[in-house]
């Protein structure tokens, strides 16, 4: 069954917030001014830094919540289940370059 355009967009709002209070919590010089979750349907990058954001967390975010990245959840929990170490899955599409993938929580720690 296909989910609501509205509950699409709720869902992709709430991961923007997440991602927002992710960023000011590591950063607590930041204020939500620096970084801000930008309106659904928007041009541009999901979240807006300011020069002093950009230079604390010098990353252009664009989030994505759906249900078809499943799989990447799969090699993540694979990772996880390998040993104590902070799990890391590389995926690659066809044609593709490989990307690297961490939770939200393992990355922000990391860039500590």
């Known amino acids: 069954m296909a989910i609501s355009t509205a509950a699409a967009k709720a869902?992709?709002?709430?991961?923007?917030?997440?991602?927002?209070?992710a960023v000011l919590a590591a950063h607590p010089s930041l204020t939500e001014?620096?970084?801000?979750?930008?309106?659904?349907?928007?041009?541009?990058?999901d979240i807006q830094l300011s020069t002093a954001a950009k230079a604390a967390f010098?990353?252009?975010?664009e989030c994505k919540a759906?249900?078809?990245?499943?799989?990447?959840y799969d090699a993540l929990g694979q990772a996880r289940s390998q040993n104590d170490?902070?799990?890391l899955?590389?995926?690659?599409?066809?044609?593709?370059d490989a990307l690297v993938v961490l939770?939200?929580?393992?990355?922000?720690?990391?860039?500590?």
């Open 11 to 21: 869902k992709g709002r709430n991961l923007q917030k997440k991602v927002r209070d």
């Open 33 to 45: 001014d620096d970084v801000r979750s930008c309106p659904m349907g928007s041009n541009g990058e």
């Open 58 to 61: 010098p990353f252009s975010v």
């Open 66 to 72: 759906r249900a078809k990245i499943a799989l990447v």
């Open 85 to 87: 170490l902070t799990p």
């Open 89 to 96: 899955a590389v995926i690659k599409a066809d044609r593709k």
């Open 103 to 112: 939770t939200l929580e393992d990355f922000m720690r990391l860039l500590k």
